[in-house]
C-alpha cells in the first residue's frame, strides 16, 4: 500500500515571491514521483515526473522538485510565481510495476498582486 | 497527438437514471485507467486496463459501476441506478507501459457529473 501526505491545503504567496508546496509518501515498493496542476473544470497536467536518476528533477513553467529518498519526500519548488500559477496542485506516486497512482489532496496555490 | 479525450465532458441526470461516458486515449498508448474526483480531494483510482484486459478494479467500483474497453482503443465507463453521492469528476487517463514497467499517465479534461 502507499500513500502520499500534502502538508499545505492551501498555500497564498504574493506574486514574485518564492514557493514551496510539500509532499511527503510512504510506500513498501520502488515508486515513482509525480506533480500535477489542475485549473478550475479541467483535468491534470504534468508538471514534471521524477521515474531514477538526478533527484532534481525539472519541469515546465519554470518549476522544480527535489526527491529526497531518506525523507520519502518530493517538495515542489518555484523561485517566483505569477499570477497564472493560482491552481491546485497534486503529488502522486506510482507503483513501479502497477501503474495506478495515488495522490494526494490537493494543494491551492493562490498567488496575490 | 491530441492527447485524451472525454465525452461528454458535464452531464446532469436524475438519481436512478443510467449514464455512460467514453474516453478516447491517446493512440498508441496500451494502459487506460479511470479515476474519480470529488470537490477538495485529489483523484482516487478506480480501474485500469492494458490494452482490451480490464487488469484491476477499486473496491470503490461498486456493481453498479461497469468499464470495458472492447478493442483495446476507446473505453467507456457505465453507472447504473446513479446515486447523488456518485456526483463527481471522472477523469480518464492513458499511459504507454513497455516491459511491465509504469509510465507517465496523461489525463483527459474530465467528465463532470451532477445527479440531482
Known amino acids: 500500500a502507499q500513500s502520499v501526505t500534502q502538508l499545505d491545503s492551501q498555500v497564498p504567496v504574493f506574486e514574485e515571491a518564492p514557493v514551496e508546496l510539500r509532499c511527503n509518501y510512504s510506500?513498501?515498493?520502488?515508486?515513482?514521483l509525480f506533480w500535477y496542476v489542475q485549473y478550475p473544470n479541467q483535468g491534470l497536467q504534468l508538471l514534471l515526473k521524477y521515474l531514477s536518476g538526478s533527484t532534481l528533477v525539472k519541469g515546465i513553467n519554470g518549476f522544480e522538485a527535489e526527491f529526497n529518498k531518506s525523507q520519502t519526500s518530493f517538495h515542489l519548488r518555484k523561485p517566483s510565481v505569477h499570477i497564472s500559477d493560482t491552481a491546485e496542485y497534486f503529488c502522486a506516486v506510482t507503483n513501479t510495476n502497477a501503474g495506478k497512482s495515488t495522490f494526494g489532496d490537493g494543494t491551492t496555490l493562490t498567488v496575490k498582486p | 497527438d491530441t492527447g485524451v479525450s472525454q465525452n461528454p465532458r458535464h452531464k446532469i441526470t436524475k438519481r436512478g437514471q443510467n449514464v455512460t461516458f467514453r474516453c478516447d486515449p491517446i493512440?498508441?498508448?496500451?494502459?487506460l485507467y479511470w479515476y474519480r474526483q470529488t470537490l477538495g480531494q485529489g483523484p482516487e483510482f478506480l480501474t485500469y486496463f492494458q490494452n482490451e484486459a480490464q487488469l484491476e478494479k477499486s473496491r470503490l467500483l461498486s456493481d453498479r459501476f461497469s468499464a470495458e474497453r472492447p478493442k483495446g482503443s476507446f473505453s467507456t465507463l457505465e453507472i447504473q441506478r446513479t446515486e447523488q453521492g456518485d456526483s463527481a469528476m471522472y477523469l480518464c487517463?492513458?499511459?504507454?507501459?513497455?516491459?511491465?514497467?509504469?509510465?507517465?499517465?496523461?489525463f483527459g479534461p474530465g467528465t463532470r457529473l451532477l445527479v440531482l
Open positions: 510506500s513498501s515498493v520502488s515508486v515513482y
Open positions: 493512440s498508441e498508448h496500451n494502459r
Open positions: 487517463a492513458s499511459s504507454l507501459t513497455t516491459g511491465g514497467k509504469a509510465e507517465t499517465q496523461y
